[in-house]
């Protein structure tokens, strides 16, 4: 019903800068938090930045001053603003949306994107 797709992953150097797209698409009518998270190896699944549909943001204290979390209404699309990057944000990072559909007007549901691989490496 609903696709989620990132864009914008790769290799960084230390101190380098990316920026992470994802568009979601299909029966969509209304999305509310968007945000991302990120998982790296041997590790579990971690938030790292959400946005309400009214632009009220949410950090982890890790990627604060460093990340930056915004999105595009008329797009259904949130981005990830990628500053500093260190070693230790090497991760698989994934989008997630929670998503009114137009087949369920009453129930709000969880949609993730495939992910897409960063690596912070000299």
């Known amino acids: 019903q609903v696709q989620l797709v990132e864009s914008g992953g790769g290799l960084v150097h230390p101190g380098g800068s990316l920026t992470l797209s994802c568009a979601a698409s299909?029966?969509?009518?209304?999305?509310?938090?968007m945000g991302w998270y990120r998982q790296a190896p041997g590790k579990e699944r971690e938030l790292v930045a959400t946005?309400?549909?009214?632009?009220?943001?949410k950090y982890a204290d890790s990627v604060k001053g460093r990340l930056t979390i915004s999105r595009d209404n008329a797009k259904n699309t949130v981005y990830l603003q990628m500053n500093s990057l260190k070693p230790d944000d090497t991760a698989v990072y994934y989008c997630y949306s929670s998503v009114v559909t137009t087949t369920n007007y009453g129930t709000v549901n969880g949609y993730w994107g495939q992910g897409t691989q960063v690596t912070v490496s000299s």
């Open positions: 299909g029966s969509i009518f209304r999305i509310n938090t």
């Open positions: 946005i309400t549909s009214g632009g009220t943001t």
